[in-house]
């Protein structure tokens, strides 16, 4: 039996694993070892287990991984997001639709703390759903704006899922923070020119709401100030060549904790629960990551990337044409796999791929995040509507499935954009100071 065919055997009892609902880490671990066993040794097996696994929990630079998460945990209990929130409302809620603005606005800017959608989407969804339930705002235009303002938090840095795609391809996890800059802005405005003309065709969906002075506004940036600053030292640091990522990452999470001391947030109990909260979730991310680092090996062996590069180039297909067939691949998965799952599974496939296209690899990180926002709020996984029913649990599931379609679109118009003018993503990348980088 040809590598090739024992590779597409390893894919398919993969994907019949993911669907008995083991964990996508093990999965790729034991596809990876038995592979490799069988195309190579038992030896090589082994010691690929043992060398990537010191690799990855050894490794320097993967230390920005625990400290972003750390710094957004702090950030989450020091009650910047009521800030933030409160600091869009004051400049937009005087809109129609203008609650729903400000909660996008303050997603983005929670985004820049946290690096999780699922958490932007679960704090701003406590924050901003009871002040729009208060002005009679539509249930599905309120869900849906918390759903898709949460899937900002892996688009705009620190990005968790930039942080992976950076391990797993071996880019800079720098440029890729910048490169998700102005997508991430970008996002933001397309998504706000959603709601305005959603409510500008039926104002019933988002009354206007009362608006702010001058002087609110002042104070309400004010109040927004110290995560201003955290966001500007921590990536302005790294974009001027102060920091790398991950002195960034330690300078960020050690500003967020003084501002939750200072606010006095910080005891016994609050700390314990950061503290387990971000065991739990670098745990969850470096084991996905042993994992990816033992199935890439597999994936090579049998020369399936290598192969379908082979196979859709000799097609003679414009790049454009297989690039949107691999947008399309990946936005059909996202509807049932998980985003992170589906990112480490594909990579070692659809990378070299790109690569021998002759497209640029930050750039395509950032194309692959923006569809694994898709994912995000896409049926039937669609994690953050899960989570923005857990808020909202009187609103029927279809009605948030329902809320988030023009949010969808305005990913898909994104995608386009950035497919157009790659120049969005790559001009702070390619303008950044890199002598620490």
């Known amino acids: 039996m040809s590598e090739t065919w024992i590779g597409i055997i390893g894919l398919l009892a993969l994907f019949v694993l993911l669907g008995m609902r083991m964990p996508v880490a093990i999965v790729m671990m034991l596809i990876?070892?038995?592979?490799?066993?069988?195309?190579?040794?038992?030896?090589?097996?082994?010691?690929?287990?043992?060398?990537?696994?010191?690799?990855?929990?050894?490794?320097?630079?993967?230390?920005?991984?625990?400290?972003?998460?750390?710094m957004g945990n702090f950030a989450s209990i020091s009650g910047m997001s009521r800030d933030l929130y409160g600091a869009a409302y004051s400049w937009f809620g005087h809109w129609r639709g203008g609650l729903a603005s400000a909660t996008i606005a303050a997603c983005?800017?929670?985004?820049?703390?946290s690096g999780s959608s699922v958490a932007s989407a679960v704090t701003m969804g406590r924050v901003a759903l009871p002040e729009m339930k208060r002005y009679k705002y539509s249930d599905r235009l309120a869900t849906g704006a918390i759903a898709a303002g949460g899937t900002l938090g892996i688009l705009i840095p620190p990005s968790t899922g930039f942080i992976i795609y950076a391990i797993l391809v071996e880019e800079s996890i720098g440029r890729l923070f910048l490169a998700g800059v102005l997508p991430g802005l970008l996002l933001t405005v397309l998504f706000m020119i959603s709601i305005a003309i959603m409510t500008r065709i039926n104002p019933k969906l988002g009354p206007a709401g009362e608006r702010s002075s001058m002087k609110e506004r002042a104070e309400s940036l004010t109040q927004a100030g110290p995560m201003l600053f955290i966001v500007l030292i921590t990536i302005g640091g790294i974009y001027t060549g102060i920091f790398t990522p991950t002195e960034a990452a330690a300078v960020g999470a050690m500003l967020a904790f003084l501002l939750?001391?200072?606010?006095?947030?910080?005891?016994?109990?609050?700390?314990?629960?950061?503290?387990?909260?971000?065991?739990?979730?670098?745990?969850?991310?470096?084991?996905?990551?042993?994992?990816?680092?033992?199935f890439n090996p597999f994936m090579a062996l049998t020369e399936i990337p290598s192969d379908l590069a082979a196979i859709l180039i000799g097609a003679e297909l414009p790049r454009t044409v297989i690039m949107l067939i691999i947008m399309t691949a990946y936005i059909v998965l996202g509807t049932?796999?998980?985003?992170?799952?589906?990112?480490?599974?594909?990579?070692?496939?659809?990378?070299?791929?790109?690569l021998e296209l002759g497209y640029d690899s930050i750039w395509f990180g950032v194309v692959i995040v923006i569809v694994i926002e898709m994912g995000l709020i896409s049926p039937p996984v669609g994690v953050n509507v899960?989570?923005?029913?857990?808020?909202?649990?009187?609103?029927?599931?279809?009605?948030?499935?329902?809320?988030?379609?023009?949010?969808?679109?305005?990913m898909a118009i994104c995608l386009v954009i950035l497919l157009a003018f790659p120049e969005i993503a790559l001009f702070l990348p390619d303008t950044m100071i890199e002598s620490f980088d």
């Not at 990876?32 to 040794?41: A, K, P, R």
């Not at 983005?108 to 703390?113: N, P, Q, S």
């Not at 899960?386 to 305005?410: S, T």
């Open 336 to 354: 049932f796999l998980e985003g992170f799952a589906m990112l480490v599974l594909t990579l070692p496939i659809i990378h070299p791929l790109i």
């Open 386 to 410: 899960f989570v923005v029913k857990g808020i909202a649990e009187d609103v029927p599931l279809k009605e948030i499935f329902a809320g988030i379609i023009p949010f969808w679109i305005a």
């Open 260 to 294: 939750a001391f200072i606010r006095g947030r910080v005891n016994a109990n609050s700390t314990s629960r950061v503290m387990l909260q971000t065991v739990r979730t670098t745990c969850l991310a470096f084991f996905i990551l042993i994992g990816a680092h033992i």
């Open 108 to 113: 983005a800017g929670f985004a820049a703390l």
């Open 32 to 70: 990876g070892v038995v592979g490799i066993w069988v195309l190579n040794s038992w030896d090589a097996a082994m010691s690929t287990l043992a060398d990537e696994a010191w690799v990855i929990v050894s490794n320097y630079e993967f230390i920005v991984i625990p400290l972003f998460i750390l």
